[in-house]
T-cell receptor, first 112, second 112 residues
Framework: AQSVTQLGSHVSVSEGALVLLRCNYSSSVPPYLFWYVQYPNQGLQLLLKYTSAATLVKGINGFEAEFKKSETSFHLTKPSAHMSDAAEYFCAVSVRDYKLSFGAGTTVTVRA | DVKVTQSSRYLVKRTGEKVFLECVQDMDHENMFWYRQDPGLGLRLIYFSYDVKMKEKGDIPEGYSVSREKKERFSLILESASTNQTSMYLC???????????FGDGTRLSIL
């Protein structure tokens, strides 16, 4: 079975600083990988997905993620944080049966 | 645009009650899912449905059942609500296979 580990349950960044959220997965077969964002009192919104094409994936709102097979990682980055990026972020993986397994989530706060 | 609608944003019920959570999608998606979300645990899959009248257990099905009589509607049923089922419940749908899931805004359920 696949699993997902998000390093750090809370991340605090200054406005304009780099946002880096870490995600490592375990899977015995090539996975599909996703990042979702959840704003307060809302459902999850897809940021980006990796489906075995380019290893660097660009998403919405200036986010991107890089798939590194050797490190089993799929870290999410944004060069310059904005106040509107304050939210909870979830990494998710699916393999053959296409069910999603989610990480525990990382809450991002942005300091002015 | 994709729309997944959950019938209630907030719900308060008493222990022992039978509780129905409703989810409707308007994209003609084949697959639908029910998750519960708890702090520090991420999202955990309760049940999913690949197509009408089809259902499969997820990771935490105990105490829950589901119904999918029409393609657009997927109901989650708490047969006899207990306090440990107090949680945020999220519904999702997708076309099929490895495509991204689209989420509703969630139902925050409190069992007293």
């Amino acid at each position: 079975a696949q699993s997902v580990t998000q390093l750090g349950s809370h991340v605090s960044v200054s406005e304009g600083a780099l946002v880096l959220l870490r995600c490592n997965y375990s899977s015995s077969v090539p996975p599909y990988l996703f990042w979702y964002v959840q704003y307060p009192n809302q459902g999850l919104q897809l940021l980006l997905k990796y489906t075995s094409a380019a290893t660097l994936v660009k998403g919405i709102n200036g986010f991107e993620a890089e798939f590194k097979k050797s490190e089993t990682s799929f870290h999410l980055t944004k060069p310059s944080a904005h106040m509107s990026d304050a939210a909870e972020y979830f990494c998710a993986v699916s393999v053959r049966d296409y069910k999603l397994s989610f990480g525990a989530g990382t809450t991002v706060t942005v300091r002015a | 645009d994709v729309k997944v609608t959950q019938s209630s944003r907030y719900l308060v019920k008493r222990t022992g009650e039978k509780v129905f959570l409703e989810c409707v999608q308007d994209m003609d998606h084949e697959n639908m899912f029910w998750y519960r979300q708890d702090p520090g645990l991420g999202l955990r899959l309760i049940y999913f449905s690949y197509d009408v009248k089809m259902k499969e257990k997820g990771d935490i099905p105990e105490g829950y059942s589901v119904s999918r009589e029409k393609k657009e509607r997927f109901s989650l049923i708490l047969e006899s609500a207990s306090t440990n089922q107090t949680s945020m419940y999220l519904c999702a749908s997708r076309v099929r296979g490895a495509q991204p899931q689209h989420f509703g805004d969630g139902t925050r359920l409190s069992i007293l």
